[in-house]
């Protein structure tokens, strides 16, 4: 089962305590390290896996932040309405309107950044100052427009609580903003002429949305990151199940390969041809269709090695098999018999087809030699006796049996000939 090594701490000074009773511990506790999380800042206490989790919710809060940011400047303007209906085409009017529109363009600009610069969201005090500023025109809609102060109060409250809810993964920054909001707006009201008694009022019905915010803001950014370690550790175990099922996969089939070929040629050995054999003629047999076994041995093969030593004599083995191999057909099976012979079986092929196409490996063979490094040419031929599988015949050694009477009659013949025997 996989284990999550996501380790919450209660403050940092736990942390210190775990990282020195860490260090004594396994590799497993290192890996648990790095995804501590601070509770009270709402982050993870390693800066390269904060910035790992910033990186990764970059575009989607850049995104948010950006409707959030085009939402406030929409109703920024949209209050201008407000204010028309109320003040008429006055001083006032034009003064809160050129506030509104500054603000909305500098938020109208600041979402056009945040397409450029995604990191705007996540990293550096960019919102913070745009919040802060945010503030400071809207007080000044208390001196243009004291009679509506209960609903600018109103106006705070939202904006403080939509701080932490809307422009999430910033708790410290914004909790900074909205301490200057709320100190800026009582620092207004008490201006307007507001007594102390309803200051005191005020500032706790402000101070609420701003505890309540913080609290779910921080709540939520730990979520976030707990869930970003989550992510983050199965896709390192995915990404490692997928690396060992690619490397068995990868032995498996080396092992195949190595149980089925020979390892000099490439070609089938005696265990596979032997068991293609009685597919293929079980096949031929139920479609009525002939079969043909050939076998192929080398001409003085042993004066070759004898002459050019071992090596040179496997560098024949294999310029032979595949030559072999490219002059026949893909239904056909080729295989190494041992030593300098080769077995061909032949489905779906009568005596005379399968005598006409092992002739032309014949030729094939006499026409190329085996090129030396020297720069020289050792000419190479083979006997072939190619016989029928016969339908009697249980096992591929009966088969065999007649095929190789027919190679010791070519080699006695004079060798470099096919036989049908
Ligand atoms: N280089 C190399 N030689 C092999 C291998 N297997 C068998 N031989 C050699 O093949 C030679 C076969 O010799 P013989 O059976 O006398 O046959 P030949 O010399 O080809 O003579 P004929 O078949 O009568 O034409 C022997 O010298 C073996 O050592 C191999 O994998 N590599």
Not at 94 to 104: D, H, W
Not at 373 to 393: H, N
Request: aromatic share 10%; hydrophobic share 45%; glycine share 6%.
């Amino acid at each position: 089962m996989l284990g999550i090594r996501v380790i919450l701490f209660n403050s940092d000074t736990h942390n210190n305590n775990a990282d020195i009773a860490g260090r004594g511990c396994m590799a497993e506790t290192d890996a648990a390290l790095s995804y501590r999380l601070s509770t009270w800042r709402g982050e993870f206490v390693e800066p390269e896996v904060e910035q790992a989790f910033r990186r990764h919710i970059e575009p989607s809060m850049a995104r948010h932040l950006r409707v959030a940011v085009l939402v406030w400047a929409i109703l920024l303007l949209l209050f201008g309405g407000l204010d028309y209906l109320d003040l008429g085409w006055s001083d006032g009017f034009l003064i809160l309107m050129s506030t509104r529109i500054l603000q909305a363009a500098l938020l109208l600009a600041f979402a056009w950044r945040l397409g450029q610069r995604p990191e705007l969201a996540t990293t550096g005090y960019a919102v913070t100052a745009l919040e802060a500023l945010g503030f400071v025109l809207f007080f000044l809609i208390y001196f243009a427009r004291p009679d509506i102060v209960i609903w600018n109060i109103g106006v705070t409250l939202i904006m403080l609580i939509s701080m932490f809810i809307f422009i999430p993964s910033r708790v410290y920054p914004t909790l900074l903003a909205a301490l200057f909001g709320i100190a800026g707006t009582l620092y207004c009201l008490a201006l307007t002429g507001l007594s102390t008694g309803l200051l005191v009022g005020v500032s706790f019905i402000l101070m609420l949305p701003v505890v309540v915010g913080f609290v779910a803001a921080l709540r939520l950014q730990l979520v976030q990151r707990h869930e970003f370690a989550l992510y983050t550790e199965v896709a390192e175990a995915n990404r490692e199940l997928k690396a060992e099922i690619e490397r068995r996969e990868a032995l498996e089939l080396e092992l195949k390969r190595q149980a089925t070929t020979d390892p000099l040629t490439g070609l089938f050995n005696r265990r596979q041809y032997e068991m293609l054999f009685v597919r293929e003629r079980e096949r031929c047999r139920r479609q009525n269709s002939p079969m043909c076994l050939c076998i192929a041995d080398l001409d003085h093969f042993k004066a070759l090695n004898d002459k050019l030593g071992h090596d040179a004599g496997d560098a024949a083995l294999r310029h032979v098999a595949s030559l072999f191999a490219r002059h026949m057909r893909q239904s056909d099976v080729l295989g190494r018999f041992g030593g300098e012979e080769f077995i061909m079986l032949l489905p779906d092929t009568d005596e005379q087809q399968a005598g006409c196409m092992v002739e032309r490996l014949r030729q094939a063979l006499e026409q190329s030699p085996l090129l030396l490094s020297s720069d020289r040419d050792y000419p190479l031929t083979a006997t072939f006796a190619v016989t029928r599988v016969q339908d009697d015949e249980k096992t591929i050694r009966d088969t065999i049996r007649r095929a190789d009477k027919g190679l010791y009659q070519g080699k006695r013949a004079g060798r470099n000939r096919v036989v049908l025997a």
